[in-house]
């Protein structure tokens, strides 16, 4: 009786097993469904990627057109005979509209005329201007407008002699602006057309800064790329600029071989020139004196300065 009965429960059992594990059967996968998203999120990753390569494309490019301008000038600049080194006498009043005479007649140098100095700071300002407007249709952080030429006051011109980074002989045009805010261009033209530009914003004397304060950028003036030739191409026209506070009365530049060439002071900035006929051995020494005569600067004490060519 007893075997009976466990054999007949154990058959019930059975059953209701059976009958319970088909209900919880899962149901079929739905394999295409799952294909139809995978086949969107592809899509939707490839469109992804494209954009991405698209602004990769795109934004270096505009990035390296500021930086070098291609040859976009408006070919209005001559660049002076190499060889001539006469300083120029000409400051009369520029055109309306045009960047400052500088103080002294010896700061355009070369035979570069005013004239030629303030078209070079027009057409590299105009360059600049359309590349940051470029840069702001895209959406880019780089804003390469400084402004207008008559904004600016012109404070050296110098040839520029070509060398292994930068080939080709023109001239450098250094141009301050004092209005917010202050700015310090060094303009780069070869064959009648801007080809570059070096800015430094904030770049005005700062009191208490130092009496005299060469600037950090200013060895584009002075010194030549050497990567496969043996030296400088000399003669080789040098150039230096900086700050000074207004208790400083003369600054002297020495450089190579030359004597030390009387800088001019030129509202808060000091800039000086020369020629070099032999291979130079360290940057410029500079040296400033108060009105006393008494030297209150030498770069050679100036632990900021880059001595080293």
């Known amino acids: 009786m007893s075997e009976r009965y466990e054999s007949h429960f154990e058959e019930a059992l059975r059953d209701l097993l059976a009958e319970d594990a088909a209900e919880v059967q899962p149901a079929p996968v739905p394999y295409a469904a799952i294909v139809r998203q995978g086949r969107v999120e592809r899509r939707r990753r490839a469109l992804a990627v494209g ?4 602004a990769l494309t795109v934004v270096p490019a505009g990035a390296f057109a500021l930086a070098d301008f291609g040859g976009h000038g408006s070919g209005r600049v001559a660049a002076p005979a190499p060889t001539a080194v006469k300083p120029s006498a ?3 009043s520029p055109e309306p509209g045009g960047p400052a005479a500088p103080a002294t007649p010896g700061q355009l140098a070369d035979g570069i005329t005013l004239e030629q100095a303030a078209q070079g700071l027009t057409d590299c300002l105009a360059v600049s201007g359309a590349h940051g407007a470029k840069g ?7 804003e390469r407008d400084h402004g207008q030429a008559g904004d600016y006051r012109l404070l050296l011109a110098v040839r520029s002699t070509g060398d292994d980074n930068a080939p ?4 450098h045009v250094v141009a301050v602006k004092e209005k917010a805010p202050a700015t310090r261009l060094i303009c780069t033209v070869k064959d009648g057309k801007a080809v570059g530009i070096n800015a430094s914003v904030g770049g005005g004397p700062v009191p208490g800064e130092g009496r005299v304060v060469p600037d950090i950028n200013g060895q584009k003036l002075y010194r030549q790329a050497v990567i496969t030739s043996p030296g400088y191409r000399l003669p080789f026209r040098w150039g230096a600029i900086g700050t ?5 009365a003369r600054v002297t530049v020495a450089y190579g071989d030359g004597p030390a060439a009387e800088a001019a002071l030129d509202h808060g900035w000091y800039a000086a020139t020369g020629v070099l006929t032999e291979q130079p051995g360290r940057a410029p020494h500079v040296v400033g004196y108060d009105a006393a005569g008494k030297r209150v600067y030498d770069s050679d004490e100036d632990r900021m300065y880059d001595r080293a060519l």
């Open 136 to 142: 702001a249709q895209r959406g880019t952080a780089t």
């Open 168 to 171: 080709g002989d023109g001239i």
């Open 51 to 54: 954009a991405a390569v698209i």
């Open 90 to 92: 000409d400051t009369a």
């Open 244 to 248: 000074v506070d207004p208790s400083i």
